[in-house]
């Protein structure tokens, strides 16, 4: 690849991501990219490229000799998953975007590129424009680092930041967020992806992978979404000096690891609290380094087209993971407990119904029962309350439990 004058791309898809990095190439010469053909599925849809540029037949991308690199775009999780191994499997390189895909399917992509010796990246997979994989797994010894955490859905913090600031419509402020989200292209197609949390799953298994050489099913994280957050919650988090945030985790600790995706009372004076709008985060702790954030836009056409840029220009120097951390962290016990010192507000029969080891506070507000306690992670109730719809769930911190105004029980008082 190296030795090539120019490198010769098969792009898949022609979406959001797919023509920012038309522009992104065209704007970046330097680089000597040449898009040879776009594959695309929709016949009708009008394209703002001569005609001539497009295919509606993967294997002429796939079988053409003059094409280097696939870049993968498309939605499809599954048909995405069949051009990268096809591609591997005819001795491209490919780069991809497709976090639920590869998150998805890490064995079997692990052991393509082993058998197939080809390179595969993914950096705009996590973060967008976040330069976080190749970080994670050049710069980053695994004993050194215990926890990556950060906000890695842009549509959801964009949500959580207007439902914060209370605009537009008080009665309809979470379908309004979403749909100037999906307006704005930072939406999955299927936007439960990112409100129900399986978006920062799918890239919370990426990290973990990176940073921790840790294969993780997408199910084995624990996650929690959006979807049942009200005004109410908002108010109640920023009463007490907090906001809420969606928040990725991977943690390592005595030989386990632990990953969850939840909804997370933030104090404001944590630096995640102020990370807005699609912005992105990811925080790093590592020991002697202590803890480190890169904040950069998540999600859209130019920025998530920055990250592959970057993967086609280390394309150029033969790069390639080389998943050091696999080999070394095989012992890993993944944790797969729900939250400890949680946030929960919703219809009271619901919130009831929480199986508790402690009660920290309580109280009502705009119609609605809340409760923050420490919930009992080994209740076989657990799993239908974790799960049950209409009930909000955040984690908290208990310096933000403790900090708000009256209708509090005492902690010692309310144990139960
Ligand atoms: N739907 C994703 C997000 C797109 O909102 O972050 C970028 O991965």
């Not at 991501?17 to 000597?32: A, E, F, I, K």
């Not at 280097?68 to 939605?75: K, P, S």
């Not at 120097?317 to 696999?326: A, C, F, G, P």
Request: hydrophobic letters at 45%.
């Amino acid at each position: 690849m190296s030795n090539a004058s120019s490198l010769r791309i098969g792009l898949f898809g022609f979406g959001v991501v797919g023509q920012g990095l038309y522009d992104v190439l065209g704007r970046t010469p330097s680089l000597n990219t040449r898009i040879e053909r776009i594959c695309v599925r929709d016949r009708k849809k009008e394209r703002s490229l001569p005609i001539e540029l497009f295919t509606y037949d993967k294997e002429i991308l796939l079988q053409d000799p003059n094409v280097d690199v696939v870049v993968e775009l498309i939605d499809d999780a599954e048909a995405a998953f069949h051009i990268v191994r096809d591609a591997l499997l005819a001795g491209k390189a490919v780069v991809s975007a497709n976090k639920r895909m590869i998150a998805s399917r890490l064995p079997e992509l692990l052991e393509l590129q082993r058998t197939t010796g080809r390179p595969f990246l993914y950096e705009a997979a996590v973060a967008g424009s976040i330069p976080i994989l190749r970080n994670l797994e050049e710069y980053y010894d695994n004993d050194l680092l215990s926890s990556v955490q950060g906000i890695v859905n842009g549509t959801t913090n964009f949500m959580l930041t207007r439902i914060a600031e209370g605009n537009g419509d008080e009665k309809d402020v979470y379908g309004e967020a979403l749909k100037l989200a999906q307006q704005k292209g930072f939406a999955e197609s299927d936007p439960t992806m990112d409100v129900e949390g399986w978006d920062p799953a799918f890239k919370t298994v990426l990290l973990a992978l990176h940073g921790f050489g840790v294969v993780l099913r997408p199910e084995q994280v624990v996650r929690k979404g959006i979807s049942s957050i009200r005004r109410a919650d908002a108010r109640w988090a920023a009463e007490r000096g907090a906001t809420i945030k969606l928040i990725a985790r991977v943690v390592v600790n005595k030989g386990r690891v632990s990953a969850s995706v939840l909804p997370t009372v933030v104090p404001n004076t944590d630096h995640l609290a102020k990370v807005n709008n699609e912005l992105n985060a990811v925080q790093l702790q590592a020991a002697f380094a202590d803890s480190q954030l890169l904040v950069g836009k998540g999600a859209g056409g130019g920025p998530t087209a920055s990250a592959v840029l970057s993967d086609l220009s280390a394309l150029r120097y033969d790069y390639r993971y080389s998943y050091r951390k696999l080999a070394a962290n095989t012992g890993l016990v993944v944790d797969t407990e729900r939250i400890g010192t949680f946030y929960a507000s919703g219809a009271a029969a619901d919130v009831n119904a929480i199986p508790l080891v402690k009660l920290i506070a309580q109280g009502e507000a705009e119609g609605l029962r809340w409760v923050v306690g420490v919930s009992d992670a080994r209740s076989p109730k657990m799993e239908e309350v974790f799960t049950k719809a209409g009930l909000f769930w955040a984690e908290v911190a208990p310096e933000v439990a403790i900090a708000g105004p009256a209708v509090q029980v005492a902690l010692d008082e309310a144990s139960v």
